[in-house]
């Protein structure tokens, strides 16, 4: 089996919730070892955030949420209390033989347990520590603890995303976190330039990441034409801001995505619609004379594409050249075979499904030469606390049942395995 890209490297992983997990199942799918550190009885906060939850073979939920499942393959779960001396003395032993170490602490909370970048920086000169905040390590909101939910509305997403105001709309937010997830994906980004950068020099260094500034980051077009012009842009539904039309339109049987880019292909749906005339036409001919005139145009495709079923739209689109598609909901999504084909929806061998495995969502990447891996589900809170231990720092039996009657692993020492 080819190896992946990061094959060899060690992640420590002291994040929770969704933008640092998103950022280490990256990795790991891309073959790096992630230690995933967990907090004894509890583990990370989404492995309650359901229904849904795995049933077991009883049909009665287990402890693995579907939330908790979506970011978290490839990891190994590390139950260790860092509240407690001896396990923050483990970390910092585990931080000596890892490559890179993310977290999403509040601001300067690790640093006081004597786990911040500094401090571990003699330990490991080579390490890449990412913090993973709200609003970052510095600044007047730093101290803020920061939720996909808030940066949404504070980074403006939500004020671009709805209905407009004149059809008796709000802002909203997106659907899924995405927030957080471009927040990781930035992340991620962030860490491979840093290990290329030590590749050249040997220096590790500390990397700041904020929910908002990502946020504000991917605004994209939209920010920037606020910046060109400083006009505030409203609200549009499913319409694009500078293209017509690309928008959702109603068929005589529901709605379907129309999305045209160029003016040769307006052309080319006019003649498809019967209204060639619409192309010739002064106000319409240039997509800035459509985006111009939308007011008076978007009626006039509406009028035309309520006089067909929206799979004789796209049916005779697709053959003329002329973007559009479906509005698939998500049971469509795993169902359609361009998903199916791209291997979308993978499964993974689980002790605790009832049917022995458990379905989840794979990785878009695909290199030809070094290819993702899917080695392991997401682990059981503290599976492989011990055999983690046991392998990285050659502890033996002894050393780990002082360790266990230390609270190292917590008040009991249950969760470890």
């Given at each position: 089996m080819?190896r992946?890209?990061?094959?060899?490297?060690?992640v420590?992983?002291l994040?929770?919730i969704?933008?640092g997990?998103?950022a280490?199942?990256l990795l790991?799918d891309?073959?790096?070892?992630?230690?995933k550190?967990?907090?004894?009885g509890?583990?990370?906060?989404?492995?309650?955030?359901g229904?849904?939850?795995?049933?077991?073979a009883q049909g009665?939920?287990?402890r693995e949420?579907?939330?908790?499942?979506s970011?978290?393959?490839n990891?190994?779960s590390?139950?260790?209390d860092?509240?407690?001396?001896?396990?923050r003395?483990?970390?910092?032993?585990?931080?000596?033989?890892?490559?890179v170490?993310?977290?999403?602490f509040?601001?300067?909370?690790l640093a006081?347990?004597?786990?911040g970048?500094?401090d571990?920086?003699?330990?490991?000169?080579?390490l890449i520590?990412c913090?993973?905040s709200g609003f970052?390590?510095?600044?007047?909101?730093?101290?803020?603890a920061?939720?996909?939910?808030?940066?949404q509305?504070?980074?403006?997403l939500m004020?671009?995303?709805?209905?407009?105001?004149?059809?008796?709309?709000?802002?909203?937010?997106?659907?899924?976190?995405?927030a957080d997830v471009?927040?990781g994906?930035?992340a991620?980004n962030?860490?491979?330039?840093?290990?290329?950068?030590r590749?050249?020099t040997?220096?590790?260094?500390?990397?700041?990441?904020?929910?908002?500034?990502?946020?504000?980051a991917?605004?994209i077009?939209q920010g920037v034409?606020?910046?060109?012009d400083?006009a505030v842009?409203?609200r549009r539904?499913n319409?694009?801001?500078?293209?017509?039309?690309?928008?959702?339109y109603p068929?005589?049987?529901?709605?379907f995505?129309?999305?045209v880019?160029?003016d040769?292909q307006?052309?080319?749906f006019?003649?498809v619609?019967?209204?060639p005339a619409l192309?010739?036409d002064?106000?319409?001919s240039?997509?800035a004379?459509r985006v111009?005139?939308?007011?008076?145009?978007?009626?006039?495709?509406?009028r035309l594409?309520?006089t067909?079923?929206a799979?004789d739209?796209?049916?005779?689109?697709?053959?003329?050249?002329?973007?559009?598609?479906?509005?698939n909901d998500?049971g469509?999504?795993?169902?359609?075979p361009?998903?199916?084909?791209?291997?979308?929806?993978?499964?993974?061998?689980?002790?605790?499904?009832a049917?022995?495995s458990?379905d989840?969502?794979g990785?878009?990447?695909?290199?030809?030469?070094t290819?993702?891996s899917?080695?392991?589900?997401?682990?059981e809170?503290g599976?492989?606390?011990?055999?983690v231990?046991r392998s990285a720092l050659?502890?033996?039996?002894?050393?780990l049942?002082r360790?266990?009657?230390?609270?190292?692993?917590?008040?009991?020492?249950?969760?470890t395995?």
């Amino acid at each position: 089996m080819p190896r992946g890209p990061l094959t060899g490297l060690v992640v420590l992983d002291l994040s929770r919730i969704l933008a640092g997990p998103t950022a280490t199942q990256l990795l790991g799918d891309l073959g790096a070892t992630v230690w995933k550190i967990e907090r004894p009885g509890t583990g990370d906060d989404t492995r309650g955030w359901g229904p849904p939850f795995l049933k077991d073979a009883q049909g009665n939920d287990t402890r693995e949420s579907a939330y908790y499942l979506s970011a978290n393959r490839n990891k190994r779960s590390l139950a260790i209390d860092i509240a407690a001396p001896e396990g923050r003395d483990l970390l910092r032993r585990l931080a000596g033989k890892a490559d890179v170490l993310i977290e999403n602490f509040k601001v300067g909370d690790l640093a006081r347990r004597g786990l911040g970048y500094e401090d571990l920086r003699p330990l490991n000169p080579g390490l890449i520590y990412c913090s993973i905040s709200g609003f970052g390590q510095t600044g007047p909101y730093a101290a803020r603890a920061g939720y996909d939910f808030l940066i949404q509305g504070m980074g403006g997403l939500m004020s671009l995303t709805g209905r407009p105001d004149e059809e008796g709309g709000e802002p909203t937010k997106a659907g899924v976190g995405i927030a957080d997830v471009m927040c990781g994906m930035y992340a991620s980004n962030a860490i491979l330039a840093a290990l290329h950068h030590r590749t050249a020099t040997g220096e590790g260094q500390h990397i700041d990441v904020a929910l908002l500034d990502t946020q504000v980051a991917w605004l994209i077009n939209q920010g920037v034409a606020y910046l060109t012009d400083g006009a505030v842009p409203p609200r549009r539904g499913n319409a694009h801001p500078a293209i017509v039309p690309y928008n959702a339109y109603p068929a005589r049987d529901g709605s379907f995505i129309l999305a045209v880019g160029n003016d040769a292909q307006f052309r080319r749906f006019c003649e498809v619609a019967g209204a060639p005339a619409l192309a010739d036409d002064p106000r319409f001919s240039t997509n800035a004379q459509r985006v111009r005139n939308r007011v008076v145009l978007e009626p006039e495709i509406e009028r035309l594409t309520r006089t067909r079923d929206a799979a004789d739209w796209i049916a005779v689109l697709e053959a003329a050249g002329v973007p559009c598609g479906p509005i698939n909901d998500v049971g469509e999504v795993f169902a359609d075979p361009q998903v199916r084909h791209r291997g979308m929806r993978i499964s993974m061998p689980h002790e605790k499904r009832a049917k022995g495995s458990v379905d989840l969502i794979g990785n878009p990447l695909n290199l030809s030469r070094t290819p993702v891996s899917y080695r392991h589900a997401p682990p059981e809170l503290g599976a492989d606390t011990q055999a983690v231990l046991r392998s990285a720092l050659e502890l033996d039996d002894a050393e780990l049942e002082r360790l266990t009657a230390e609270g190292a692993f917590g008040a009991q020492g249950d969760e470890t395995k």
